[in-house]
């Protein structure tokens, strides 16, 4: 029985061990950020030279038989939009499309704000004739709502919907140093047409995500710290915001994703730093709460080397976790955008066991230039996934399909 189960085993590792192949490029001016949604690659696009928009490349799944033939369509222009971060769908929501945070400290780009996608009739009509959400045209003016303060020197990487409104974290320099702000934005119902601020704390400065741990029914905020270099978490006790630092020797932390990162039904944090030295590093939490919450640092990858040449490079960026083959799910492996590395890493885990966190390092592609954000998802439909890798200075997006 013993010898069966093993030969089970390895037949179940073996098709696992598939591999991502080069399947082409997509030609595109400074892609940035990347997300998937319904069929379509969204691609946030800045730099300190050029206008910022956002591109759409319509009926993905298609246009993977021809990639050289894609074209790209403007999905948001608008001048008050001037260096678009993170631009995220909703699934279900009759009002609003998505959003869009914007802005960066790059002179002339400082200003950003958190702009809404509206999903009115007057913008559907528009999306019937191919015109989406271009809202350099005068007339469509309102496809975009503000509902961040127009507070000016202040930029915003992320938001996310929360109750009955939505959570923001944004940052400015101030004299040299940096500061973060976390908001809650909403709407009062005596004033269903202005939107309110309410500072949460001060700290969190790029990236959060929300997650309830303990089940009580209250997500946590976990939170990226980059100029205080600390992970924090909120927790709503009592109707307040309760504030904790959960490591303060991340360095400047970067990124958080929330993820069962062993298949073990609970799930962990997998956080990057940003730095431009040895300490460039990406991380696994893993989390306990059989008293309060509580987290055990794991680092999985260190030492990565930042050759991007430039004030303020540094690495990496986002990590991801994802299964390679929904068909067959395994541990997750990690794709590690490198940012100023040039390189997009591949982490395999070497074990399927839970709770093991040792991975095997691969280089996916060294792009030779900065790497922003990738999107990854299964477009095709046969279980293994699709990986798009931005090669910022190159004006190209890598395309990798999983090959079992």
Known sequence: MKKLLGILLLLTVQVQAGTLQKVGELKIIRPAFLSIHDDQLIVSQFGVFHKGQVSVLKGLKNNLENLQAAEFKTLIKDRKITWPNEVRFFEDNSKWAGVVSSGFLVPGKSNGGVFLLNNDAISRFRSWFGVDLQVNVPFFRTALTQISPKDKGWWYHRTRQYKNGYITARAKLSWGKGEGE???????????????????????????????????????????????????????????????????????????????????????????????????????????????????RHTILEGIVTKQGGIGSASPGKAEAFVADSSNPAKPWVLVNGDGSQKAHLLRPKSEEANNWEYTEEILIDTGCTVGQSAIADIDGDGGVEIFVPAYDKDLIHVFSYIK
């Not at 309760?242 to 962990?268: C, H, K, P």
């Open 182 to 296: 976390l908001l809650y934005l909403y709407r009062k119902d005596t004033n269903r047409y202005k939107w309110y601020a309410e500072k949460i704390v001060s700290g969190p400065d790029v990236h959060f995500e929300l997650h309830d741990f303990d089940n009580d029914g209250e997500q946590e905020i976990i939170c990226t710290e980059f100029f205080n270099k600390r992970l924090t978490m909120l927790k709503m006790v009592d109707g307040e915001w309760e504030y904790s630092v959960i490591d303060d020797t991340v360095g400047e932390a970067f990124d958080v994703q929330i993820a069962d990162l062993d298949q073990n039904g609970s799930v962990e944090l997998l956080v990057t730093n940003h730095e431009n030295d040895e300490k460039a590093a990406v991380f696994v939490y893993t989390v306990n709460t059989d008293s309060g919450i509580e987290f055990t």
